[in-house]
């Protein structure tokens, strides 16, 4: 089984409820969408070759060409250091595009001290039912349609398959959803999101993510929401879910540094 990469490197958890986990990462290549916001534009079509990081935290990396035989993965993985507080994420990208990979994946670090993580968008249940049994931890976005498209254009809503993904995810691992809001969150798309999430799973953990200003090929984001319109989306979500954080993305602190 081999995988199409862009990157394996070692870090902290940057987003949601286990903000400054020790982290590896497996940054899978290929995305079906197109977020406003999205950090990672180098990820949205397959690349030819992957960086991996030589040492933990060294920042050298050595290149390899995708793609990547998944027992290379595992020792390169193996090789940045695991232990029990620590986890590996399958991100991407999308990693759900490579489902045989991860679902590789996790199987040959089933016995290693670390969690296994996946970061997904939250659609491909499917994909996700091949995974179930080696992932220990589903981080899902909730996308708004608002501001997210399909890349082969297509239209239609996200709603009816993150519910449906949602309450799969549960049934085998620990759960988590975020959402990115911005200035143009719209209070309606905001209702209906939250309420969704809530007529599956009212206790899940909730994170609230502000954006992260960037540009990217779609455009240029340069401000995120005020803390007093945080503050608002944070009490209409509290109508319907128990636990709603406010978790701004914390890595480009780290690489501010
Ligand atoms: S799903 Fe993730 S990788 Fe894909 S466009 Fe959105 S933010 Fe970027």
């Known amino acids: 089984m081999r995988a199409s990469l862009v990157e394996i490197f070692s870090s902290f958890q940057g987003e949601g409820t286990y903000v400054g986990a020790p982290t590896i990462f497996v940054r899978f290549g290929g995305c079906d969408l197109r977020c406003r916001w999205c950090d990672s534009p180098t990820t949205w079509t397959a690349s030819r070759s992957c960086r991996i990081e030589r040492r ?43 489902p045989g990979a991860v679902a590789a994946l996790g199987h040959a670090l089933r016995d290693d001290p670390a969690r296994f993580w996946l970061e997904t968008h939250g659609l491909h249940v499917d994909a996700l039912r091949r995974v179930a049994g080696v992932v ?9 349609p608002g501001e997210v498209e399909r890349a082969s254009g297509a239209a239609g809503g996200f709603a009816d398959a993150h519910r449906v993904f949602l309450e799969v995810a549960l049934g085998s691992a620990e759960c988590l ?81």
């Not at 290379?72 to 990693?95: H, I, K, N, Q, Y």
């Open 56 to 98: 933990a935290g060294s920042g050298d990396f050595d290149t390899v060409a995708n793609p990547v035989e998944i027992d290379t993965v595992v020792d390169r993985v193996r090789g940045l250091g695991l232990r029990d507080a620590s986890f590996v994420s399958a991100t991407g990208g999308e990693p759900l595009l490579q």
């Open 136 to 144: 220990d931890v589903v981080s899902m976005d909730w996308k708004l």
């Open 177 to 257: 959803v975020k959402i990115v809001v911005t200035e143009a969150t719209r209070d309606e798309e905001w209702d209906e999101a939250c309420r969704g999430v809530a007529s599956v799973a009212p206790e899940v953990p909730f994170i609230v993510q502000p954006v992260t200003p960037v540009e990217n090929p779609l455009g240029r984001i340069e401000r995120r929401p005020s803390a007093a319109r945080l503050m608002e989306l944070q009490r209409a979500a509290e109508l319907h879910l128990r636990t709603v954080r406010i978790i701004p993305q914390t890595h480009p602190l780290l690489e501010a540094l």
